[in-house]
């Protein structure tokens, strides 16, 4: 990259908010970016909050607003493939096979829908806390708690890999995290987990999530 360049990352709530500033935000500066990030609009009749992802028409109504800013060289997202709208470009038509193989559809597929060479759309295998099952050693120490640590390598294990530990609604990484242990902060403990186990170990934990930075680095 010949000059420091713009790269925005449009996030789905405060837990994603925080591993980027806390994880990603020095990795990505290294590479030679100019760095800024938000959490996406739910609008309601009365208010704007911010944190989910609602529909596909409201999320392609932001991301085109944000491609509007002339000074942005590169959009990309963090948002969970588990529970991602039901009427976003791809989803009806994922194909059957392997979990990666049907994110990979749907992020090409919203490629297509938003048709700028600046917009990279990343949906994260399965959702973030499957980053917190990469850290399973780093939660496990940090919580004082080798048995939740042994839980969450076994399930990764079982699933031949953490990004496939999969995403049924009692099942999906954030629930198992929730039924393992009862007072685990989504938004405190996940974050310092996934920041003690580091940029480098998460790529070769999690190949879909490696696939992005690296493009990202190619950009």
Sequence with gaps: MAERQRLHLLVEGQTEATVVREVLLGYLQR???TVTWSVVRTQTTSATHRGGVSSWPRLHREIKELLGQKSLDLLTTL??????????PGMNNRPGGSARGAVEHVEKAMDEAICDRRFLPHLVLHELETWVFAAADQLGELRGDETLAA???QDSADADGVELVND?????????????CA???KTVDGPLAIADLGIDRLKDRCPHFAAWLDEIERR
């Design 31 to 33: 590479l030679g970016w």
């Design 79 to 88: 948002f969970d493939f588990y529970g991602f709208p039901e009427d976003a």
């Design 151 to 153: 839980q969450l390598r």
């Design 168 to 180: 049924g609604p009692k099942t999906a990484p954030s629930k198992r995290l929730a039924r393992y």
């Design 183 to 185: 007072d685990y902060l």
